[in-house]
């Protein structure tokens, strides 16, 4: 089977860095996908992770350590558009290889 | 490119009826999964389908249906429809990567 664990929530503070963590187990490991979903709105791809290390795209990186079942995204100099839910989804092979998606996070920028 | 689309946007309906919502993907797509967003259940995989067969399902009752189409373009019909059926509805094309990239979506109220 396959579980994925994100914290429901997170509040950071305008400009900061913040690194939403997701840990995942499954048995056919196939890449790793975050999602930003505003609210009332479909969820917007962001990145994708097949190997282990970080992939930097401006003001977000996405990290993945197959080894120890665990992404992050960060996000820098937050912005308070940057409010939204953010989606952890792994590609599983032995499951035909659909996407498992995490709760999500709810990350609120205050000012 | 267009991005995905997805008809209707909005839809109440009544306990028992039945529902077909649409979605038409990206040009040159020919994979389209459709998943079901609950508050309380997050993003929960219905169906994949690809050049017209199902390849995938999810743990959803029969009562759940989909078809697609020569031009790749998706159906999915819901049957006897419940209170608990109230969801948004999200389609979403993938590319040759297999990175999906979702549609607007169907909020669909069972009263």
């Known amino acids: 089977g396959q579980n994925i664990d994100q914290p429901t929530e997170m509040t950071a503070t305008e400009g900061a860095i913040v690194q939403i963590n997701c840990t995942y187990q499954?048995?056919?490991?196939?890449?790793l996908f975050w999602y930003q979903q505003h609210a009332g709105e479909a969820p917007t791809f962001l990145s994708y992770n097949v190997l282990d290390g970080l992939e930097e795209k401006g003001r977000f990186s996405s990290f993945l350590s197959r080894s120890k079942g665990y992404s992050y995204p960060l996000l820098k100099e937050l912005q308070m558009k940057d409010s939204a839910s953010y989606l952890c989804a792994v590609r599983d092979r032995n499951q035909g290889g659909k996407l498992i998606f995490g709760q999500g996070t709810e990350l609120s920028v205050k000012p | 490119k267009a991005g995905v689309t997805q008809t209707p946007r909005y839809l109440i309906k009544t306990r028992g009826q039945q529902v077909t919502l649409s979605c038409s993907p990206i040009?040159?797509?020919?994979?389209v999964s459709w998943y079901q967003q609950t508050p309380g259940q997050g993003l929960q995989f219905l169906f994949e389908y690809f050049s017209e067969t199902q390849r995938n399902k999810g743990n959803f009752p029969g009562r759940f249906s989909g078809r697609q189409f020569s031009n790749s373009r998706s159906e999915m019909n819901v049957s006897t429809l419940e209170l608990g059926d109230s969801a948004l509805y999200l389609c979403?094309?993938?590319?040759?990567?297999?990175?999906?990239?979702f549609g607007p979506g169907t909020r669909l109220l069972v009263l």
């Open positions: 040009s040159g797509h020919r994979s």
């Open positions: 979403a094309s993938s590319d040759p990567q297999g990175t999906q990239y």
């Open positions: 499954t048995s056919g490991f196939n890449g």
